[in-house]
């Protein structure tokens, strides 16, 4: 079987807001903009607690790791060690084994997906989401530079090449690239490996992803690590919307559209009917929510959490102004084996950090973006203080701030 034949190049639709089941119609949609007008008001720091609550930002909790990223729709995953310290701000007593288990076994796995990004996912969210977000990803590729130097080309061949070598073992794409260059003359190789990873269902094996172990980004394909391929219809967009909405909502379509780089998806909402409910931001906005959807009072404590650079629990979100303080922000650097992020306070996102490395110590800096109260910076040190215990847990360390006093 070609290459071409075994990935998702289309839903079974051309519309990917129409693969898979269609949602159950209830009233059509002039009951549908009714709802949207009538819904109650929620305001933004309300909206911030949700987010908290449902991405376990708010309080600590104690479930299951595989069951906290199934729930989560996977966490962004390009910096390797990103998702451990996402789920150290997430749940009580988490072990650094904890991940990296379900990894190893191959429950959990690295691909790209959402935003054409690469997030940890269950094997099952791997499979079903994949076809979904295929359009994503063909159409950004075609945008690049090495999209519009093979326009045009029939790349079938090249891909059944690049299949058989990254299954024979998983190869990095310089490696495939310079492989590619002798099975394949006549097409500029860099280009190839790079529309074989966004046109082919592929995942960064281990030992890449593995809390203190170095790998390269190799890639090989879901049949050969997962035992199956992408399965088109395994998902439908329904429910991954739904979905979103469990783990990130209320939350606009735009929103949702933002997480996952899908279009057309009011389409989706309109025909989802009573399985959603509308509510209403404080500027007007369609807010859409699954019936049960918990919004916690907008003046519930929210506990200071240090999220690693690029969480989803940030991103996610068009208008992110329920988590992000509307101050300018410096990024930090972490140098050579540190991490960077950002600082909620109050639940907003209020400061920068970096903790950074050097020989057998360790330093977290804290950049203010806003002023903080005596009583905030000194919940800020705390935090720091267990971030860098369970990132460096034998080295001595500081905590320093900078910016706004």
Known sequence: MHAAGR?????????????????????GMARTASARAAGPVVTTRALGRATLARQLLLRRDARDVTDVVRGLLGLQAQVPAVPYL???SRLDGFAPEDLAGPVRRRELVRAPLMRTTIHTVTADDAVGLRPLVQPVLERTFASTAWGQRLRGHDLTEAFDVAVRLVE???????????????????????????????????VQPTPRGLWGESGASALTTYRAWLGRDAEPGATSVDEVVL??????????????QAWCGLT???????????????LRGEDGQDLVDVPDGVVPDADVPAAVRLLP?????????????????????????????????????????RATWALRRERDTAALE?????????????????????????????APHTVAFSGAG
Do not use: I, K, M
């Not at 979103?244 to 929103?255: H, I, N, S």
């Not at 806003?370 to 847990?393: C, K, M, Q, S």
């Open 7 to 27: 990935r998702p190049f289309a839903p079974r639709s051309a519309d990917p807001t129409v693969a898979g089941p269609v949602g159950r119609q209830t009233g």
């Open 86 to 88: 996402a789920l150290w």
């Open 168 to 202: 024979e073992r998983p190869r990095t794409r310089a490696e495939l690239a310079g492989l590619l260059a002798e099975a394949v003359p006549g097409l500029d190789p860099v280009s190839l490996s790079w529309a074989f990873s966004y046109h082919v269902p592929l």
């Open 243 to 256: 979905r979103y909405l469990r783990g990130f909502g209320p939350a606009t379509v735009r929103d949702v």
């Open 264 to 278: 057309r998806l009011r389409e989706v909402v309109d025909r989802l009917g009573d399985r959603v409910r509308h």
């Open 309 to 349: 650079e690029y969480d989803n629990g940030l991103l996610s979100y068009a208008d992110r102004a329920r988590v992000v303080h509307p101050a300018p922000h410096e990024p930090l650097l972490g140098g050579p084996g540190g991490y960077v992020g950002s600082v909620l306070v109050d639940g907003l996102v």
């Open 366 to 394: 804290v950049h203010r973006s806003t002023p903080l109260t005596a009583a905030e910076t000194d919940d800020v040190e705390a935090e720091g203080r267990r971030l860098l215990a369970f990132v460096v847990p034998d």
